[in-house]
Structure formats: C-alpha cells, structure tokens
C-alpha cells in the first residue's frame, strides 16, 4: 500500500474567511479525486484539521492529481511518501494507520529537519515493498519534481490538457486567452510528454 501526507504549508497565516475558502477548495477537489480514481482508493482521501491532505492508494494517478491540482491552486506544498502495511479503521484516509502513514509521515519530518535543503518531496520504502509499489512511489517523485518547475499558468494549462484532455482551442476559451498563447506556453512545458506518460502508464494498470 502506498500513501501521501501533503502539508499545506503556512496555511495557519490565512484569515478565517480565507482558511474556511481554501478547505472547502481542499475537500471539493478530494472529492473529484476520489470520484475520478475509486478504484486506486481503498480509503476516501481527506484534510486534516492539521492541514495536510492524505491518501492512501494502491497507484500512483491520485497522488499526482491531487498534487498538481493544489498547485495549481497556488498552494505551497510538502508531500512524503510511504509504503507499508496498512490498518483500516474507517473509511477515510485520516482514520486509517500503519507502517504506511509512519513512513509517509517521517518522510514529511525529514524535509522539516533539512532547512539547508530545498526538497519539497520525500519518501520512505518499507522493506517489503513489492516493486509495483516502488514504480508507483518513483513516478510519483519524478512527476511531481516536474510540477514544481512550472509556472502558475503552465500549471493551469498542463491541468486541462492532462487531466481534462482539452484541445488547444478549449484551453483559451476556458482561461480567456488566443490559442496562439496557449500553444506557446505548453511548448515551454514537458506537457506533451506527460500527458503520453500518463496515458501509457495508465493503460498499462489494465
């Protein structure tokens, strides 16, 4: 089993108001996740009252979503990853437990501790994890470093061509702009080449 503890970071600084918007932006776009990727989610995908999101999933597709979706959102971001054996109590993510969230969780301790490091993503493999589980966990990893090199608009625009399978003209209609500028801004991306990352690996959980 795999799971992710993202830490929305500095969250605590925002307004009331602002805090009651962003937890309901957090949950509505878990829902979506969840909705969208069922299958890979053996527990619902939850906030916190300590601000981090967690997942509990067997590939890495919701992982990703999730990730890129927050940031597009403009949300800063610390995400650990772990395998392990899980205990399920409940049906949500945040009432479940085992090696799988510890693991998840050090892995989050750890940036902390690394102040000379910027490293916004870690993680920690239990010794029995299956190769499948290690493929997910280094996907995940090298998917979401990717993310975090685009802009907030790149993200956007990554966000509907990936995930919503937009076409160039659908993409400017929806963020109001030419198509010329959208064309523009994927090819300073490696867009195109994650969406063909996605789709094959993807088809290949079939």
């Given at each position: 089993?795999?799971?992710?503890?993202i830490d929305i970071v500095a969250s605590r600084e925002v307004t009331a108001r602002d805090r009651k918007k962003m937890d309901r932006e957090i949950r509505n776009l878990l829902l979506k996740a969840y909705d969208r990727f069922k299958e890979y989610c053996p527990a619902i995908p939850t906030l916190t009252q300590?601000?981090?999101?967690?997942?509990?999933?067997?590939?890495?597709?919701?992982?990703?979503f999730v990730f890129h979706s927050l940031l597009m959102e403009n949300f800063d971001l610390r995400v650990g990853l772990g395998t392990g054996k899980?205990?399920?109590?409940?049906?949500?993510?945040?009432?479940?437990?085992g090696p799988v969230f510890w693991n998840a969780r050090q892995a989050i301790d750890e940036i902390k501790r690394a102040k000379y490091m910027k490293s916004l993503v870690g993680f920690k493999l239990d010794k029995k994890t299956s190769?499948?589980?290690?493929?997910?966990?280094?996907?995940?990893?090298?998917?979401l470093t990717t993310l975090l090199g685009l802009s907030p608009a790149q993200l956007r625009h990554c966000f509907y061509y990936i995930w919503e399978k937009k076409r160039i003209s659908e993409i400017a209609e929806a963020v109001k702009t030419s198509k010329g500028n959208i064309s523009k801004s994927l090819s300073k991306t490696p867009c195109y080449l994650l969406d063909k990352v996605v789709t094959f690996l993807d088809h290949s959980q079939e």
């Open positions: 089993m795999i799971a992710a503890v300590g601000d981090s999101v967690e997942l509990l999933v067997t590939n890495w597709l919701p992982i990703i899980v205990i399920v109590h409940n049906e949500s993510a945040d009432e479940c437990d190769s499948n589980e290690t493929n997910a966990v280094i996907n995940s990893i090298l998917f």
